[in-house]
């Protein structure tokens, strides 16, 4: 039985006429579903077809399209070149891009039909829109653009930040931070660093006070819950010669005259007793001091940046710190993130320390990329003072020049139950990982042997395989380096 779908053109032609329509009507609506535009002229190169795809595509008109001829269209910009003369010409498939009057852009490819004689009858041209195309490629060569200006600026911001500083920072989240700071140094008011302990609020204060004004005068650091509370008015403010028994018999400038025309960094502000918050305060208000003992105020100039690791709002609450200098002392508060919550910085901290302790203790060594990863996962309670701490010790007490996952003292930083929570979170790559394994096996066993021989005998492998792995670790990580 004869299948009428799919007839052969030959039988299409021996279909009576009403059959003939239908088929006609059908290939119509075929052409007119097409999702790409269909433009169809005689050999001739006069426009006999063109569907709705290619008006929506082109925006141009059935009605202005219609047995006009392509050399009209060409010479009068209705396109900017046409596929179908190129045919005519060529006899052969040809793809342009091609542009159309109302500003579109479309990619069209034309292919000739021949008949029996080698004659080009008509020119089908397909349409496809690619302004979207070239309107995403636009755009992404903008974001490209702004990309790279966010980084160019971000690295400008960098270097002007660390201009004058020795702080160390890559972490976005921390260099806004500095820039905060950069900011405040400018105007001479009181700054309130808040923070964990060992988070840098020192080397902050001595950021503010390097790019201010008075960047050329005494910056006095007082850590204030390391000073003996019989002993803080005096530090502070001094004394007048005969003050008390035992006290110097000529007198003692306090650190607050010591600091004058430039900035005292008040660290550990929570720890003052409440007598002494009282002093402060009216040091900050009426801008001198009176020495124990002394009887004239001494006027100063002094800028004062504050730093605590302590609620200083609960303790308000509390009547453990006073409310009046709560609110002298946080003109602006800078708040400083921990290194758990800026971890880009750790890599950057620990090449760091690093350098500085191959050169105080004359080593050479350097940390593998799967130690430098264990130290991102800790959670660094101590902070970067935590971090320079160990850094020091793993230096000193690793027997070799490259410091491994298995030499850092924190338990935790490369526990089981650490790394079973990173491959849940799938933070972990199997072939890393794998490595990793592997340098740490063939390391313990190069340091438990002494010789490749016996390392290798070991681990069940040839001597010169095992050589040719610690080479291929090494080289990895002096290239990195």
Same mark, same amino acid.
């Given at each position: ?214 960047? +050329?005068?005494? =910056?006095?650091? #007082? ?7 019989? $002993?803080? %008015?005096?530090?502070?403010? !001094? ?120 050169? +105080?203790?004359? =080593?050479?060594? #350097? ?7 264990? $130290?991102? %996962?800790?959670?660094?309670? !101590? ?99």
């Amino acid at each position: 039985m004869k299948n009428n779908n799919f007839l052969g053109f030959d039988e299409f032609l021996q279909e009576d006429v009403n059959t003939l329509k239908f088929r006609i009507k059908q290939l119509y609506q075929v052409l007119e579903s097409s999702y790409d535009g269909i433009y169809i002229t005689d050999g001739n190169a006069n426009t006999i077809f063109l569907n709705r795809a290619y008006e929506e595509i082109t925006g141009m008109k059935k009605k202005e399209m219609i047995g006009k001829n392509m050399a009209y269209l060409e010479n009068d910009n209705y396109i900017s070149k046409s596929g179908t003369l190129m045919v005519l010409k060529s006899r052969k498939n040809i793809t342009i891009e091609q542009k159309f009057k109302t500003g579109k852009t479309a990619l069209v490819s034309s292919s000739p039909i021949f008949n029996d004689n080698d004659d080009i009858t008509m020119v089908v041209t397909n349409v496809r829109n690619v302004t979207e195309l070239y309107e995403l490629k636009e755009q992404l060569k903008k974001n490209r653009e702004l990309t790279e200006k966010y980084y160019s600026q971000l690295r400008a911001m960098r270097h002007q930040l660390l201009k004058f500083s020795d702080i160390i920072v890559k972490d976005e989240k921390m260099l806004n931070i500095l820039e905060m700071a950069r900011k405040v140094a400018k105007v001479d008011t009181t700054v309130l660093l808040l923070g964990e302990t060992g988070v840098g609020k020192e080397e902050v204060a001595k950021y503010i006070h390097k790019n201010s004004k008075r960047s +050329k005068k005494s =910056f006095i650091s #007082i850590d204030c819950g390391c000073i003996p509370y019989n $002993l803080m %008015e005096s530090e502070l403010f !001094g004394y007048e010669k005969g003050a008390f028994t035992g006290a110097n018999k000529e007198g003692k400038v306090g650190l607050f005259e010591l600091a004058n025309s430039g900035t005292i960094f008040l660290d550990e502000v929570g720890e003052l007793p409440l007598d002494m918050q009282v002093k402060l305060l009216r040091v900050l208000q009426e801008k001198e001091i009176k020495r124990i003992g002394g009887v004239d105020n001494i006027k100063i100039d002094v800028r004062v940046i504050a730093a605590t690791n302590r609620n200083l709002e609960e303790m308000v609450r509390k009547k453990n710190f006073r409310e009046d200098l709560y609110y002298r002392l946080n003109v602006v508060p800078i708040k400083i993130l921990p290194l758990r919550d800026r971890k880009d910085d750790i890599e950057p901290l620990v090449e760091h320390f690093m350098c500085v302790f191959n050169k +105080k203790y004359n =080593f050479n060594k #350097i940390i593998t990329h799967g130690a430098i990863e264990s $130290l991102k %996962e800790y959670k660094w309670p !101590g902070n970067v003072r935590e971090l320079k701490n160990i850094i020091e010790r793993i230096m000193i007490m690793s027997t070799g020049n490259k410091i491994l996952r298995s030499d850092l003292p924190i338990k935790e930083v490369w526990s089981n139950d650490n790394r079973n929570t990173d491959v849940e979170r799938g933070h972990l790559k199997l072939k890393e990982e794998v490595q990793n394994l592997e340098e740490l096996l063939i390391e313990n066993a190069f340091k438990r042997y002494g010789n490749v021989r016996d390392a290798a005998r070991e681990l069940g492998i040839d001597a010169s395989t095992l050589v040719r792995k610690r080479k291929r670790y090494k080289n990895k990580y002096m290239m990195k380096k």
